[in-house]
């Protein structure tokens, strides 16, 4: 590229039509409407801040003139490598890219990569902090576009348009324990981030609640969709602008990785699709033979493990989801619990699809999408017992029983009775207490009274007695 002054740039605008200067507006995001000379006016002071538009308005220049033609930069001319090229002419001032491999989205698949992850270093150093400021561009195929344009449909649940097809935007740190070429990577956002594409900020997650003050902004780490706020045109760019800060200066600011992925969006029933498949099932005699070694561990004296919910001679096993409070339809669990109480997992998926922390109802410990199976000893169990039916005793010699009504406490038990007997005590207020024969009690009732006029004091041996002489 030339090194031109201001003042040539200036002459190379004015010679460039009014089709050129709208078609580099559009490029920048601009806007294209005015006339002659405040578009010429517009245009110079984008080509002033940013390199990437000198780049395209010599490029305009050029082909307008005849100077030679160079290589356009959202159409490289390699279209197997079409996304790291476009990445390597957008991104010409910053690092290089990164080989990270994010940890993969359960609700979103990905497609192809759009902007791979590059590194995005601290740019200012704040009064309080270090505030970073960063932006790129980055531009969809017409393969690409044609995709989410026609990938619309009415979510009921939300009363919206959504997308099908999704562009997601992804963060994650690296140094420290991190390596530049690392595998399930996981999502973590910049603290106090705001995102701004193509001039309209982007609705974050919820930040997570904290009790300092004065604290930065944490939110959770999931990747941003930034599906509505994109051009879906392959002749625009989509300019992607990111400001984050910290205020915490006693340790290092991480640098932070950003990416640009094209997935699609799976539904609930999508993945509980694939959970049904035979070799996500396990068979209800495995499930038996747990249950079996988990009455023989109770008997032994090493049977004293907190995580295995045992009984002493049976195992009662809930046919209600501890979650969603309802009975199970389709009944799992983890590979990683080591219980055998389930939970329904299309409730468990429909749960993690608004919060996803893929923790287990039963013991809190992390259950992961891929490690869910569906338990067929517990489908055969719901088959065959009534819907008043909450429970199952198991006995050691593998017979069941079913179990109505939920067991109370001795406590429970106690509290129970004594609100049935001041019942009974208050529809008794007001009424002839029918008379009792104790005909059959008169030695008893004889010695009660002389056990009473034991017990009563003699009046006539405490009174003095005065006798009165006749004289």
Known sequence: MSDLTEEQRYVQLQALPINDLQTLLTFAGQSRTGKRQELIDRCHALVKTSMIIREKCEELHNKRFGQGEKQTIPYPRDSTNTARNTHLHLHANQQTNIDIRF???????????????????????????????????????????????TSTFFNTDQSKVEYRKQILLRFTTIGGDSTFNCTNTPDKLPPNLHVIVNSRAVLLPQPKPTAKPNSDVIRPGRPVDITEYCRLCPLISNLVEISWFTQDVSNPTPTYVAAVFLTERKTVPQLLARLSRPSAIRSSIETQRTVTQILAASQTSQGTDNDLEVASTSLRLPLDCPAMRIRMRMPGRAVTCKHVHCFDLEGYLRMNEKKPTWLCPVCNKQALYTDLFVDQFFIDIIGKCSSDVKAIEYEPN??????????????????????????????????????????????????????????RPNTQDEIPIIELDDD
């Open 103 to 149: 940890t993969p989205f359960t609700f979103n698949e990905d497609i192809c990569v759009i902007s791979p992850p590059h590194a995005i270093a601290s740019s200012k150093q704040a009064v309080n902090g270090t505030q970073s400021l960063a932006n790129f561009y980055f531009l969809l195929t017409a393969q690409q576009a044609s995709d989410v344009a």
């Open 398 to 455: 593998g017979q069941w029983k079913a179990v109505g009504e939920e067991k109370l406490s001795r406590r429970a038990q106690r509290e129970r009775d004594a609100y049935k007997a001041a019942q009974a005590a208050n529809n008794t207020n007001g009424k002839a207490v029918p008379d009792i024969d104790h005909s059959g009690d008169d030695d008893s009732n004889d010695e009660r009274s002389i056990s009473k006029s034991n017990e």
